[in-house]
């Protein structure tokens, strides 16, 4: 048995380089493992089902929100404390002909806590719903009726504020 002296360096061998390659390939495969697995965990990147179709009907969209514009009513959605609230007005005065609102409440990334919620008329252009949600931004795709019929739809992008749980 041949003895190494304390002076003499040690040597890099082939299996030392095996061990870097594996090492470095393997950092780089397993990040790309954890990447891939979170990336299809979370948000599909889908907007609408079919763009052109969507595309087709954007002038409708337009004509119907200069509408809704054009009629004066206004709503205003505040959301905390356990409940929605959601409050119509016509040129300053309450909304006293809708009699359903209905909002459908959206993660801008995430789906599934997603949620369809009618709220319930408390007064002339008030609505409220009993319902949390989490901290963190939101969509609101609101619409009232009146006699079942569309009469105003507005879309609301709003911060909940809290602690993150």
């Given amino acids: 048995m041949i003895s190494r002296q304390h002076n003499e360096p040690r040597r ?6 095996v061990a870097v390659t594996a090492l470095f390939f393997g950092t780089i495969i ?8 979170n990336a299809s965990r979370s948000w599909s990147g889908l907007v609408v089902e079919n ?15 200069r509408a809704f514009a054009a009629s004066g009513i206004k709503g205003e959605l505040t959301a905390g404390h356990g ?17 359903t609102v209905v909002a459908v409440l959206k993660r ?14 408390m007064g002339d252009g008030v609505f409220v719903a009993e319902q949390s ?25 709003f911060i909940v504020s809290g602690e993150v749980r």
């Fill in 51 to 65: 763009a052109y179709v969507a595309s087709q009907q954007f002038n409708d969209k337009m004509a119907e929100t």
């Fill in 83 to 99: 409940a929605i609230h959601y409050a119509l007005t016509r040129k300053g005065e309450p909304e006293r002909t809708i009699d």
């Fill in 133 to 157: 949600l989490k901290p963190g931004q939101w969509v609101a795709d609101v619409t009232a009726l009146a006699g079942g019929a569309l009469v105003y739809r507005q879309a609301i992008r």
């Fill in 108 to 121: 801008p990334v995430e789906e599934h806590e997603d949620m369809h919620v009618e709220l319930v008329r």
């Fill in 12 to 17: 890099f061998t082939g299996w030392h380089m």
């Fill in 30 to 37: 397993s990040v790309n493992l954890v990447m891939a697995w």
